[in-house]
């Protein structure tokens, strides 16, 4: 139900883990109307609606009430700002009682509210007894979704003097936090976007009996339902486990919240504290002027009957999707302090790690690093340094594109056998993710440089399947064996096969954690799963040793992923064999014998390391 407050969280056990898993319960309330009507006229059937919904979200989020603490190999690796392949241990420093992280919820319940709106009109218009023509129209409006009480962070205002500013020398503090129906703020996370219209057209033209060919353009705009943060309503208390910049650490599991101010957990606000909230915490952000993502499909076919009952199909289709939300962290050091190095050519670790007198010393109480007399340089170097972290979510920047090329062979029913065949060629790229922070563009998130690589999993350079069933020819009413008498027809007729078999391609595989020394592709005629690439690419050939990997404190100039180096294809063979034996007149008994890949085929989806 719609109840204000932290009523309905449960408490539960605390976790120590070192994979991360949680959820959330929900109840949703939804109400909908949607008329249609057609209307025939002439050659044309034409089809015009309207839809509206309105769902209520309530989330009944306890999180990690009794709280979450993980355990990494930083504090008992070689070098605690920088990971390598043979030091460091999770379980040691579990047992040093030394943790990664650890935090602490405590959540309201909250209830947001979304509507959404749409019209539509289509048009069937038989031109002539060979050609139709499809063409359509349709608005939809996803109101901006709002939380019933307003507890809902609604953004930052990244133009305006933070609270501290004028306390605060040699330090230019901006950012002020913006809560949903306070201070004459809107109560929904975001502005309204009316403007989304979609035609669609296609058309169909068949030549002879034998003979269609289709093809088809739309525009589609594609739903959120995105909520605003209720960070200060709920509250996730984290701890300070280092205030050196990751080189020691601070606390315990006797507390680990120790430095924090009482050493306790932070009592949750609201929005009591207005463009002062938060500071010294992390806080969240949302891309106010946000367009919904929109996805231009095209498509073309030919549909071609052939003898014995078999139907062949060919056809392209594409997909332009645009807008696409993407999150950002903006509290990171800019590209111009990067890579200061040491007179031995090393990066320079200790001016970033350094402690400088802090000018906002005493300001920040709830974090102890930015609230004590000195703080690491680095601290200061971002560009919102009074909060612990920054994030805008839901910016629209993120693009993909998809071509495929399908072929498919369908077989009906006949002399017992059915089967459906398809071939398909895809190539699916994005451009949803950054190789650096440093590479988003917060004046205008359209110039920030976007990653173009492979949609990963969903990027299968080609694939064939075959479905099918045979009913063998043997037994009564069938090919062979029509006047078999009944023991031995209840023994060998009626049998049939059926399988499922599947080929395809493998999808890319991440790209190391460091840059290839000498240029060319990694990718090799003949892998095993002891050498999947080449890693001699990555073998200084002045040392004859591996590289290391990146170093800290400079910008990645290498991908996320090969564009060429894929796991091992995707092999399947699925098969039974069934009969029915008749009991009685209303009853029957099947006997199955099924093989799960039936070959035996291993398939390895990704590679260790």
Same mark, same amino acid.
């Given at each position: ?30 109400? &909908? ?19 509206? &919904?309105?769902?209520?979200? $309530? ?19 070689? $070098? ?31 209830? @947001? ?86 035609? !669609?057209?296609?058309? =169909? ?19 959120? $339902? ?8 709920? !509250? ?13 650490? =601070? ?26 909230? @938060? /500071? ?41 999707? !645009? ?53 690491? !340089? ?38 017992? /056998? ?96 460091? &840059? ?41 100039? @290498? ?51």
């Amino acid at each position: 139900g719609d109840r204000k407050g932290r009523k309905g969280s449960k408490a539960k056990k605390p976790q120590v883990s070192f994979p991360w898993r949680s959820g959330s319960k929900f109840q949703i309330c939804l109400a &909908r109307i949607q008329p249609n009507a057609g209307l025939v006229v002439s050659r044309h059937y034409m089809k015009f609606g309207f839809e509206g &919904r309105q769902y209520k979200d $309530n989330a009944a989020n306890p999180g990690m009430a009794s709280g979450r603490y993980s355990f990494g190999k930083n504090w008992t690796q070689a $070098n605690a700002l920088r990971a390598d392949a043979v030091s460091g241990n999770e379980i040691a420093t579990f047992l040093l009682g030394y943790p990664t992280s650890a935090w602490v919820d405590r959540n309201i319940d909250p209830t @947001f509210l979304h509507r959404y709106y749409a019209l539509f009109f289509n048009d069937d218009w038989k031109v002539t007894s060979r050609l139709t023509l499809n063409v359509g129209l349709r608005w939809d409006y996803e109101a901006p979704n709002y939380e019933r009480y307003n507890r809902m962070v609604r953004g930052i205002d990244w133009n305006a003097a933070s609270p501290i500013a004028d306390k605060v020398r040699g330090l230019t503090l901006k950012g002020a936090v913006l809560f949903a129906g306070v201070g004459g703020q809107p109560r929904h996370v975001f502005d309204p976007d009316k403007n989304n219209f979609q035609p !669609r057209i296609g058309a =169909a033209y068949r030549f002879g009996d034998r003979l269609v060919v289709r093809g088809g353009y739309g525009l589609y705009f594609l739903g959120q $339902n995105e909520n605003g943060s209720t960070l200060g309503f709920s !509250r996730t208390t984290s701890a300070v486990v280092s205030t050196d910049g990751g080189l020691t650490p =601070a606390v315990t599991l006797t507390n680990p919240f120790a430095n924090l101010p009482g050493g306790r957990l932070l009592d949750p606000i609201g929005s009591s504290q207005g463009a002062a909230s @938060f /500071l010294g915490e992390g806080v969240p952000g949302q891309y106010f002027d946000r367009p919904l993502p929109f996805s231009h499909q095209y498509s073309f076919d030919i549909q071609r009957e052939l003898p014995r009952n078999v139907l062949l199909e060919l056809g392209y289709a594409g997909n332009a999707s !645009r807008k696409l939300p993407l999150g950002v962290s903006l509290n990171v050091i800019p590209a111009s302090e990067l890579g200061r190095r040491t007179p031995a050519g090393s990066i320079d670790t200790t001016y970033y790690t350094e402690r400088v007198p802090n000018p906002m010393a005493g300001l920040i109480p709830s974090n102890p690093t930015l609230n004590a007399a000195t703080i690491p !340089r680095q601290n200061l170097l971002v560009p919102f340094p009074q909060y612990s972290s920054v994030s805008l979510s839901n910016v629209p920047i993120g693009k993909m594109r998809y071509h495929g090329f399908q072929a498919k062979v369908t077989k009906r029913l006949s002399h017992g /056998l059915s089967f459906l065949a398809s071939y398909g060629i895809m190539k699916n790229l994005e451009k949803v993710s950054l190789l650096n922070g440093q590479d988003f563009v917060l004046a205008s998130p359209e110039q920030s440089k976007l990653e173009k690589r492979s949609a990963g999993t969903v990027e299968i350079p080609q694939k064939f399947t075959i479905v099918g069933i045979y009913e063998l020819p043997f037994g009564r009413g069938r090919r062979f064996g029509g006047n078999w008498p009944r023991s031995l027809d209840y023994l060998l007729g009626g049998w049939q096969v059926n399988w499922d078999i599947t080929y395809q391609s493998g999808w890319v595989v991440d790209y190391p954690n460091a &840059r290839q020394v000498r240029a060319g592709s990694a990718k090799l005629s003949d892998p095993h799963p002891g050498r999947w690439f080449d890693t001699s690419l990555w073998d200084d050939p002045a040392t004859g040793r591996r590289v290391s990997p990146q170093e800290p404190y400079t910008l990645r100039d @290498f991908p996320t992923r090969f564009s060429d180096v894929r796991v091992p294809g995707y092999q399947n063979w699925d098969a039974s064999v069934s009969k029915y034996f008749r009991i009685q007149e209303q009853m029957r008994l099947q006997f199955r014998f099924e093989m799960i890949n039936a070959f035996n085929h291993p398939w390895f989806s990704n590679i260790a390391s």
